[in-house]
């Protein structure tokens, strides 16, 4: 059965950092391209990062390009997001998504989703 | 504002059929880019619910079905039950952002 557990989210003020994680099992981790999914309060889903296989690529969206970066340990089957420069405007619940495919950091579709982890940016 | 447009509610009676569109554009759906359905219910992880347009996962039942044509696509729900009730959202990539995008939802209610 494959289960993506995020973790890491909290309360942080504006402009610190943050890092999540999410730990993968159930599948072949290194076959796969992740993602980072978010939904603010009240909001829909926005796609955040993606990252392929083997990490020789990844994308972000506009609104965190520069301020966030994502990675893989495909040795320990984990996923992370290193959030700085942290913004009011990126609290939100945090999912972790599993790729259909293993080549695309902006996304195919998502087959397979963790119940998130939550990020509150506040003073 | 989010690039794929989705009705914010859609409602409908047990045992009733309702649609839920996503229109895009020619930076999205408009260029054959395939559209895809999460259902999200509260507290728990969303779940994929319709692949490359039409396709169901194993384990979604036949009463979801996913159609699409031109610059849009639609989830159709027949014999709505209870459970059903939940927020539903299409996604698709965009060309110009360079981006999965998605559609911002639309919540269903079983009345």
């Known amino acids: 059965e494959v289960q993506l557990v995020e973790s890491g989210g909290g309360l942080v003020q504006p402009g610190r950092s943050l890092r999540l994680s999410c730990a993968a099992s159930?599948?072949?981790?290194?076959?796969?391209?992740m993602h980072w999914v978010r939904q603010a309060p009240g909001k829909g889903l926005e796609w955040v990062a993606g990252?392929?296989?083997?990490?020789?690529?990844?994308a972000y969206a506009d609104s965190v390009k520069g301020r966030f970066t994502i990675s893989r340990d495909n040795a320990k089957n984990y996923l992370y997001l290193q959030m700085n420069s942290l913004r009011p405007e990126d609290m939100a619940l945090y999912f972790c998504?599993?790729?259909?495919?293993?080549?695309?950091?902006?996304?195919?579709?998502?087959?397979?989703w963790g119940q998130g982890t939550l990020v509150t940016v506040a003073s | 504002q989010s690039v794929l447009t989705q009705p914010p509610s859609v409602s409908g009676a047990p045992g009733q059929r309702v649609t839920i569109s996503c229109t895009g554009n020619s930076s999205n759906i408009g260029v054959g880019y395939d559209v895809h359905w999460y259902q999200l219910l509260p507290g728990t992880a969303p779940k994929l619910l319709i692949y490359r347009n039409n396709i169901r996962p194993s384990g979604v039942p036949d009463r979801f079905s996913g159609s699409k044509s031109a610059t849009s696509a639609s989830l159709a729900i027949t014999g709505l039950q209870a459970e059903d009730e939940a927020d539903y959202y299409c996604q698709s990539y965009d060309t110009r952002l360079s981006a999965s995008v998605f559609g911002g939802g639309t919540k269903l209610t079983v009345l």
């Open positions: 998504a599993k790729d259909v495919g293993t080549y695309d950091s902006s996304g195919t579709y998502f087959d397979h």
């Open positions: 159930g599948f072949t981790f290194n076959d796969y391209a």
């Open positions: 990252i392929v296989w083997n990490s020789g690529s990844s």
